[in-house]
């Protein structure tokens, strides 16, 4: 079963930021937290991971609260084509063990619009 | 060819008959996994591999065979389906270290969507 809580479906004007909540409140320490997306019809996204501190890259940042219980990721500028399922998962680092794979929930479906 | 590569992206099958998908990865990665996503329902995982060898189950039934001849290529054949085996199957791949705390993404296909009839 997935680990996280997010709310089913979100709106986002095109160019302004889109905020992403997630809960993971049973996370534990040695857990990361993962965010993924898909498109329509595609497959699945990396977009980025965190443990413990903020993380950005070229596509999103990752704010992850200081209890690690919940965390959001931004879309700084979001546009038409951010429209898309986003998952947030918390997964094992997997030390010692190959092909560890991904448990999916339902994620947030992110409508951007003009 | 670069990423991940699934054929045939559609597929129409009867209850009766053999089919295979496959999936290649042309990133050097040393793992790749089946995961099948049907109609309103989370991606599923099917089967993980690593190193070519077989590392988890998730108790998916036998009418589906896995098969992973080499690091770049996995299969899944398909053999006697239901209507309710119809999805999306995608395919990923991931470089994992076998020891420390590493962890690469995920890199997915875009998916074979398979309809049963």
């Known amino acids: 079963d997935a680990k996280t809580t997010q709310p089913p479906s979100m709106d986002c004007a095109e160019g302004r930021a889109a905020n992403l909540p997630c809960n993971h409140s049973?996370?534990?320490?040695?857990?990361?937290v993962y965010w993924y997306r898909q498109i329509h019809s595609q497959g699945p996204q990396y977009i980025i991971h965190?443990?413990?501190n903020n993380e950005t890259n070229e596509m999103a940042s990752l704010i992850i609260t200081e209890d690690r219980k919940s965390s959001t990721l931004i879309l700084p500028h979001a546009t038409l084509r951010d429209t898309a399922v986003y998952y947030c998962i918390v997964r094992l680092s997997p030390a010692n063990q190959a092909g560890t794979a991904l448990i999916f929930g339902k994620g947030t479906t992110l409508s951007v619009s003009s | 060819e670069t990423g991940v590569t699934q054929t045939p992206r559609h597929l129409v099958m009867g209850m009766t008959n053999k089919k295979s998908l496959k999936c290649e990865q042309h990133l050097g990665h040393n793992a790749m996994y089946w995961y099948k996503q049907s109609a309103k329902k989370p991606l599923e995982l099917m089967f993980v591999?690593?190193?070519?060898?077989?590392?988890e189950n998730n108790s998916v039934p036998s009418r589906f065979s896995p098969e992973c001849p080499n690091s770049s290529h996995l299969f899944l054949h398909l053999h006697t389906l239901q209507p309710e085996d119809s999805a999306l199957y995608l395919c990923?791949?991931?470089?994992?270290?076998?020891?420390?705390?590493?962890?690469?993404?995920?890199?997915f296909g875009p998916g074979t969507r398979l309809t049963v009839t």
């Open positions: 965190g443990l413990k």
């Open positions: 591999y690593s190193l070519e060898e077989r590392v």
């Open positions: 049973t996370i534990s320490g040695n857990e990361y």
């Open positions: 990923a791949s991931s470089q994992e270290l076998l020891t420390g705390a590493q962890y690469y993404e995920q890199y």
